[in-house]
């Protein structure tokens, strides 16, 4: 991990992150609003930062094959899933994501355990997979509507009052699994205040380009309220460990949510510290073969090798030149940018 850039956004993600053993009161101890001091104007900078390293570290992480990376997205509806997705994954290969929504279990998904249709989705190495919405639906929605857990055509002993404590501990074995063969679990929870999923409902009512995203049941879902804030609250209790730790990012300002998501994205990526391979030294004679042949069918009157002419230019301050069409240079993204000293995240302070 490199030290200052990896230190800044290790200090900025640390109030969001929940302690193993921690027990949460989601209303009490984390607040929507919080946006450690920033403006939207310099959030923007920072957001541009966070997609350019992670661009960086997704192909050194394609690359290298060996690890991969399971990012979890869970937040009530209108929490803003889809638009974190969009902006904080902008700048990466699309060939290096896969994104996986899950809706209602289909009948074939039902005939499985619980967990099956989420194995299918994980990702391969090398590659970075997106759960919008998880495995955490199934002590969410599942315990909000206990009428799911007959859905899923649980034995009457499965069902009993011990079922959410074995599926935490289930879950909890499972990512570490995950995380002991190379997949390393990335759990965020967007964090949204009441009122302002009410005013974001009433802005999908109030705009006909926005009508679509509107159903009558999220609604009757927000009904169940503060039953969905006993549940996160338990999980973010349950199923935050040291091999795969909980995020709780404020939601109620989009911009900063995208910032943390990012941030704590590329601090996993970070961390994992993906390298490009190195080539044997037969390699290397091959690779210089074919580049004396390649050299040897230059057109008259052009350099030999045109990307290494441009580069003697430039490194003797005569200018690199115009790139080619590929976009052939070796410019990477600028690191750092100013996260700032986050306050405490802890407890809840107002809306910042």
Known sequence: MSDEPAARIAEFIEPLRVAPGTRVDLGRDFDPGYRAGLRKREAEELLRTGVALLAEYQQRLAAQDTYGVLLCLQALDAGGKDGTIRHVMSGVNPQGVRVSSFKVPSDEELAHDYLWRYTRRLPERGEIAIFNRSHYEEVLVVRVHPENLVRQKLPGEARGPDVWERRYREINEWERHLTDSGFKVVKIFLNLSKEEQRTRFLKRIDLPE???????????????????????????????????????????????????????????????????????????????????????????????????????????????????????????????????????????????
């Open 210 to 352: 926005k009508n679509w995203k509107f159903s009558a049941a999220d609604v009757r879902e927000r009904r169940h309220w503060d039953e969905y804030q006993r549940a996160f609250s338990a999980m973010l209790s349950a199923t935050s460990t040291a091999w795969a730790p909980w995020y709780v990012v404020p939601a109620d300002r989009k911009w900063f949510a995208r910032i943390c998501t990012a941030a704590v994205l590329a601090h996993t990526l970070m961390d994992i510290d993906p390298r490009y391979p190195e080539v044997s030294e037969e390699a290397r004679r091959d690779l210089l073969a074919a580049r004396r042949e390649l050299e040897r069918e230059a057109p008259s009157g052009a350099p030999a090798d045109p990307y290494a002419a441009r580069h003697v230019r430039a490194r003797d301050g005569r200018g690199a030149g115009p790139e080619p069409p590929d976009g052939g240079g070796h410019g990477g993204p600028a690191e750092g940018g100013k996260h700032g000293r986050p306050r405490r995240h802890g407890k809840r302070r107002g809306r910042g």
